[in-house]
């Protein structure tokens, strides 16, 4: 079984940083992608930020130039660095992987989510 499990989330002030952590663990063939989705309240859960294995990045438009995503392979670890953070930014943020994970009977591809930390923003 594959576990995502975050950390880095808090209370900041407007204008101030947090950086967010999550590393998956357990029967890892290859990891596809990870990244970041976050969901306010009433509102549905958005894509913030993406890596894919072959390097390449996504984010939401309201987030580019504020927050950079990496990720560390050697340790199935993926960040989120976020500056110059907004009320607006306030938010259930979840990490995200699709994951392949090696079975009795092959392999086997799904998606994963982490149980989510939550980033407030002060005005």
């Known amino acids: 079984q594959v576990q995502l499990v975050e950390s880095g989330g808090g209370l900041v002030q407007a204008g101030g940083s947090l950086t967010l952590s999550c590393a998956a663990s357990?029967?890892?063939?290859?990891?596809?992608?990870m990244g970041w989705y976050r969901q306010a309240p009433g509102r549905q859960r958005e894509l913030v930020a993406m890596?894919?294995?072959?390097?390449?990045?996504n984010y939401a438009d309201s987030v580019k130039g504020r927050f950079t995503i990496s990720r560390d392979n050697a340790k199935n670890t993926v960040y989120l660095q976020m500056i110059n953070l907004k009320p607006e930014d306030t938010a259930v943020y979840y990490c995200?992987?699709?994951?392949?994970?090696?079975?009795?009977?092959?392999?086997?591809?799904?998606?994963?989510w982490g149980k989510g930390t939550l980033v407030t923003v002060s005005s």
């Open positions: 995200n992987a699709r994951i392949t994970t090696a079975q009795a009977m092959g392999v086997r591809t799904a998606d994963y």
């Open positions: 357990g029967s890892i063939f290859r990891i596809n992608a």
């Open positions: 890596i894919v294995s072959g390097g390449s990045l």
